[in-house]
């Protein structure tokens, strides 16, 4: 199998395979925040969000989600359908937290009884700024009805994920997803669903999320494991 390096992400590195629809992503053991300003080595980190970020990918591929995930390979690797991303952050807030609490002055954990989407625009010398549907059309990130589909998904992706989190006791606040094309233009939900791109608090409010390290909370492999062990029983009970 050929293994060229396509691109070097932040979190994970993407290879091409011999099959040109196909490609592997390589899970890192390295944290980022403030778009790369801050970064740091955290060994086994890349193995936790592969095989959290695999479980999710599966339950989705089964609940009828159009995803880019065929199966996972090894502890840290996973192979995916190509896609070409849509450089677009798709948000979605069950809760007030992050930089929503900030912008609104608003205290965190405050139920948003329909959830909230935001898009923010992915581009690294911009900051990845905060833009509306109307920028997303107008940059020709998506068309109008693109921009719909992608709402309509995230929403029913968050029902599923909010459903399966209660169920192992956490509470699912927010989220960032990202969705690609493959090569006829179907959109698929592509990256990864981990706790480095969501926030899940359990019934005593701990974080078991990125926040472990973007506020120094204590030891983020450690808490990311919890969600690991808790998604595994799921799993198994089901199989
Ligand atoms: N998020 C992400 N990548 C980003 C920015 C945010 O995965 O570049 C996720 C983050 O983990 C959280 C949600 O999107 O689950 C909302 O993040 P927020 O806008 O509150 O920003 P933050 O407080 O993380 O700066």
């Not at 677009?88 to 929503?100: D, H, P, Y």
């Not at 965190?108 to 989407?117: A, F, Q, S, Y």
């Not at 719909?148 to 968050?158: D, G, M, V």
Request: one cysteine or more.
């Amino acid at each position: 199998m050929s293994t060229q390096l396509l691109y070097q992400g932040k979190a994970k590195d993407i290879y091409g395979t011999d099959d040109p629809d196909q490609i592997i992503s390589v899970y890192k053991d390295q944290a980022t925040m403030l778009n790369g300003a801050r970064k740091e080595e955290i060994a086994g980190k890349g193995r936790l969000n592969n095989l959290i970020s695999s479980l999710i990918f599966e339950r989705l591929n089964k609940a009828g989600v159009a995803t880019h995930f065929i199966k996972r390979l090894s502890e840290t690797e996973q192979l995916n359908k190509m896609v070409s991303i849509i450089p677009l952050e798709v948000v979605l807030r069950n809760r007030t937290a992050g930089s929503f609490s900030k912008r609104f002055g608003l205290k965190e954990g405050l139920v948003l009884e329909t959830p909230i989407i935001e898009f923010y625009y992915k581009n690294d010398d911009l900051d990845d700024p905060f833009i509306n549907d109307e920028h997303v059309t107008f940059l020709g990130l998506a068309t109008s009805d693109e921009v719909a589909y992608l709402k309509s998904e995230t929403r029913r992706i968050n029902e599923l994920l909010k459903e399966w989190f209660a169920e192992i006791g956490l509470t699912l606040v927010d989220f960032k997803l990202e969705f690609g094309k493959d090569k006829d233009g179907q959109i698929l939900l592509a990256d990864e669903f981990s706790p480095d791109n969501c926030r899940l608090w359990d019934a005593k409010g701990n974080h078991l999320d990125k926040d472990v390290f973007r506020r120094n909370l204590g030891s983020l492999t450690e808490v990311y494991a919890r969600v690991l062990e808790r998604l595994q029983a799921v799993a198994e009970k089901e199989e």
